[in-house]
């Protein structure tokens, strides 16, 4: 394989009935923070999924680390350098949090116990979590839950961290903490977060792709994001029949996306413009 | 940068954080080490630690049996939290228990009948040990130091270490008799010395 | 305690206590006094750390970190295989319920109608095994539920370890179960071969689909099966002959047997595959 890509789609297709989750998906990327934003229902769980070698497609070639997940013995190998957080984690409540990464870092083949002792310890260290550790899960909050997830994710310094709605039930410090140990980790993997949020995309990504009813809308960076809306975004006291989205801001004002009228008050176009106006656009057309 | 990062992640590895303070009271700190709050039993390990070390080593001039006597104690602390009764300070239990663990270190343990009869309750504080143990700078003190050594270290062992005299028998290489009948001694001399 | 308030340890006192120069009889109030005043104990914190500075303390504390950082689950020094897969508290629970139960289930028609507790027995005790295999299978059975399934040790043999693990368990269950349950079966290989190629055959299917709808069918047909023997048309009575339960005859047995192992073989060949109903 001759790209330095670490993961290649070609093609890519899964059906779910008549819907397609993931429509002829065709993409290349790695090293770096890369955001998935995308709506409810965009297919980025289904893609993360089987980028995580935990779902087959229907159509089209996935390749990690030049490897192919359809074929066993390479499936492994990307295992062996990956790290997986679910949309729903599903942690059995009963273990403490230490047990439980414990429990995932023997699935990691981590067998000699003085290391693996020291790799939970760091994990846990890593998502802030030293002094709950040995507390059973069901005593933890939502969003510490979530960061057990998450430590377990980063178990064996993986070369691919594939992650669902990370930050969902974070408080804004934790998700700056996350961002930290991420940022961290992106220095030398490959970082895969979807989100809803688009300020998280705009804080820590390098590399952003919107994703909606399976298909590829946007691939590049937040600035470019932000860039499509340029002359794109007006304000004014009054909504505007022709704008293709408008809302009030905080300071009263309206806040319009589309094609501006002349005369408008043109203003700077956030990371946030840019989504909604791609996202629009593309449902409008279709 | 990195290496600033590496040292805080070791710091964090060891859950040291010394920048804030914990405000908790020792009670309120053991109540959390039976919730599991592993930074819970490190404040009382941080507070508790330096005099329990020292005090023990006036007991045993072994300094590795010392440690390993006081890392018993915070792993039993660990695994006991929820016996502790607040019926008095934090650090009296703990020292309570560091006793008994260094007792531990120091001797090994003895056939099972031996054992059997250790079980059985220490006797209740008298009202002249109970005096005793409020011992303050003063009169008390200055008659404890003017007992015969011999007699004083079975005053220390009994009465204010808490050991029964068994236990206070195996601390001080004597039989338990000996312990009783010196106990007795000591208590009539003090008693003397402070009329 | 107004005691404490009015008097503390004087610092140089304290210094005295910490370098072990201190005379007996104070010594010895100083220890009482320590073990009620917090301030005081503050101080001597301070006294020994600029004492001895050195980092033996986070020595100690690691030392005691390391003896509370540990696993609580069972096998904690095993990292084979067979420690992964009990580790899943839930299924050895579930499991071992369904196989007392069914036990239990017989032993109550044993008491209240006898004639029919050896049917009974026939029919349920070879699917607690099925039912152990198949929950073996479900997602919210392993601890760390989805995350796991992304991890090199599921990527082949654990579910398949984890069934063969309860489906045994189950089966020791009810063969122990049964020995105090008066059920007057003599062959052992009345129930046990069935529930062998039962099994056997419900976890090869689980390397194409979910199993679930298989095992139910194929209950479901054992159970009638099991029904018409007991009570077909041809018997008038209820009472059950041993001679004539087709189970008893060596061609069938054989069968059951290759039924098993071809399952197994299957099983072993297909370990590694990733059907797609195991993600949903």
């Known amino acids: 394989m001759s790209g330095d890509s670490v993961i290649e789609l070609t093609s890519l297709s899964k059906r779910y009935g008549s819907t397609a989750a993931v429509d002829e998906l065709d993409w290349s990327g790695g090293r770096g923070v890369i955001g998935l934003l995308g709506p409810n229902g965009a297919g980025k769980s289904t893609l993360l999924r089987m980028l995580a070698t935990v779902l087959s497609q229907d159509s089209g070639t996935i390749r990690v680390f030049g490897l192919d997940p359809a074929v066993a013995a390479e499936r492994l190998a990307i295992r062996r350098r990956l790290g997986y957080l679910p949309q729903e984690a599903g942690l059995y409540r009963n273990f403490s949090a230490y047990d439980l990464v414990d429990y995932v870092a023997v699935l990691k083949e981590i067998t000699d116990r003085t290391t693996r002792r020291d790799e939970v310890r760091r994990v846990l260290a890593d998502v802030g979590l030293t002094d709950e550790m040995h507390r059973r899960i069901r005593t933890l909050s939502g969003g510490m839950q979530r960061r057990v997830a998450l430590a377990a994710a980063l178990l064996g310094h993986p070369d691919l961290l594939v992650l669902d709605e990370p930050a969902a039930g974070l408080d804004p410090d934790q998700r700056l903490r996350m961002r930290t140990v991420l940022s961290d980790v992106g220095q030398r993997a490959t970082v895969l977060l979807s989100t809803h949020q688009t300020d998280e995309v705009a804080a820590f990504c390098q590399r952003v792709l919107i994703l909606d009813r399976g298909r590829l809308l946007f691939d590049g960076t937040p600035r470019e994001l932000a860039g499509r809306a340029t002359d794109r975004v007006w304000i004014s006291d009054v909504p505007e029949a022709g704008a293709l989205r408008s809302w009030v801001t905080g300071d009263g004002d309206i806040r319009n996306i589309g094609t501006p009228p002349t005369g408008a008050t043109v203003v700077e176009p956030t990371l946030d413009d840019g989504y909604l106006l791609i996202t629009t656009e593309v449902g409008v057309r279709t | ?195 | 305690m107004t005691s404490v308030d009015q008097w503390h340890v004087s610092d140089h006192e304290l210094e005295r206590y910490v370098n072990h120069t201190v005379p007996t009889f104070a010594r010895a109030s100083v220890e009482a006094h320590l073990l009620e005043c917090d301030r005081c104990r503050s101080e001597l914190n301070l006294l020994r750390s600029t004492a001895a500075p050195d980092g033996d303390d986070d020595d100690v504390w690691l030392r005691i970190a390391d003896r509370i950082d540990v696993t609580g689950r069972p096998l904690r020094s095993s990292t084979t295989a067979l420690r992964v897969s009990t580790s899943s508290p839930l299924l050895l629970a579930a499991t071992l319920s369904v196989a007392v139960g069914v036990v239990i289930g017989v032993a109550i028609a044993a008491a209240v109608a006898p004639r029919a507790s050896l049917p009974l027995f026939v029919m349920l005790a070879p699917l607690a095994p099925v039912v152990g295999a198949v929950l073996a299978f479900q997602t919210g059975i392993d601890p760390a539920g989805q995350l796991a399934m992304a991890t090199p040790l599921a990527s082949g043999r654990l579910p398949y370890l984890r069934a063969l693990l309860s489906s045994g368990a189950a089966l020791v269950a009810v063969a122990v179960a049964s020995v105090f349950v008066p059920v007057g079966l003599d062959d052992v290989a009345v129930w046990l071969l069935p529930g062998l190629a039962l099994t056997a055959f419900v976890v090869a299917v689980s390397t194409w689909v979910d199993p679930r709808r298989v095992a139910l069918t194929l209950a479901c047909g054992w159970a009638l099966l099991v029904a018409m023997w007991s009570w077909g048309p041809r018997r008038r009575t209820i009472s059950l002959d041993l001679s004539n339960l087709a189970v008893e005859r060596q061609s069938v047995q054989l069968m059951l047997v290759a039924v098993t192992l071809g399952s197994a073989a299957v099983t072993f060949l297909r370990r590694h595959e990733l059907p797609g109903w195991r993600s949903r």
Not at chain 2, 49 to 74: G, H, K, N
Not at chain 2, 84 to 112: C, D, E, N, Q, Y
């Open chain 2, 1 to 195: 940068m990195n290496s600033v990062n590496q040292a805080t992640r070791s710091v964090a590895q060891l859950g040291m954080s010394r920048g804030c303070p914990d405000g908790r009271s020792d009670a309120e700190l053991v109540a959390a080490v039976v919730d599991r709050d592993r930074g819970a039993l490190q404040e009382l390990y941080v507070r508790h630690e330096p005099w329990l070390s020292i005090r023990l080593a006036y007991r045993c001039s072994d300094r590795s049996m010392v440690e390993e006597a006081v890392q018993d104690t915070f792993v039993a602390v660990w695994g006991s939290a929820d016996k502790f009764r607040a019926t008095g300070p934090v650090a009296a239990w703990i020292w309570g228990i560091g006793i008994r663990r260094l007792l531990h270190v120091m001797r090994p343990r003895k056939s099972l009948r031996e054992r059997l009869l250790a079980q059985r309750s220490p006797e209740l504080l008298s009202a002249e040990d109970e005096l005793l143990v409020g011992v303050e700078h003063g009169d008390v003190g200055l008659a404890l130091g003017r007992l015969s050594p011999e007699l004083r270290m079975v005053v220390q062992a009994t009465v204010l270490d808490g050991l029964s005299c068994q236990e206070a028998g195996r601390l001080l290489g004597i039989p338990s008799g000996t312990v009783k009948t010196r106990m007795m001694r000591a208590k009539r001399e003090m008693r003397e010395a402070l009329t």
